[in-house]
Nanobody, 124 residues
Framework: IQLQASGGGLVQAGGSLRLSCAPS????????MGWFRQAPGKEREFVAA????????YYAVSVKGRFTISRGNDMNTMYLQMNNLTPEDTAVYYC??????????????????WGQGTLVTVSS
């Protein structure tokens, strides 16, 4: 399985962006998926995750209430709707997948497959 993240770009503070993450190649019947981000000079951090069934979601405190993670009808593609963006959200956003369906969804080590990242820049 490979992951392709897209949707990043430049937006003004208060604006919105929608990121997408689509799998290709060999796909599994089900996997947990998540978004992480890495700002310049900082370590990569958890943003949001969604269980394979789509019925459980998890968010970092810093994005809760502003970001929404979801899965497409095919249950393969994942989205991250980002509203009310601030300059602190500027980062490279990575999507990740866990075919093993680990109970943990907020840690990097739980994910086996990573996308290439898409850059989100929020101007003040």
């Amino acid at each position: 399985i490979q992951l392709q993240a897209s949707g990043g770009g430049l937006v003004q503070a208060g604006g919105s962006l929608r990121l997408s993450c689509a799998p290709s190649g060999r796909t599994y019947s089900s996997y947990n998926m998540g978004w992480f981000r890495q700002a310049p000079g900082k370590e990569r951090e958890f943003v949001a995750a969604i269980r394979w069934s789509g019925d459980r979601t998890y968010y970092a405190v810093s994005v809760k209430g502003r970001f929404t993670i979801s899965r497409g009808n095919d249950m393969n593609t994942m989205y991250l709707q980002m509203n009310n963006l601030t300059p602190e959200d500027t980062a490279v956003y990575y999507c990740a997948a866990d075919p093993a369906l680990k109970s943990t969804t907020t840690a990097e080590w739980a994910y086996e497959v990573w996308g290439q990242g898409t850059l989100v820049t929020v101007s003040s």
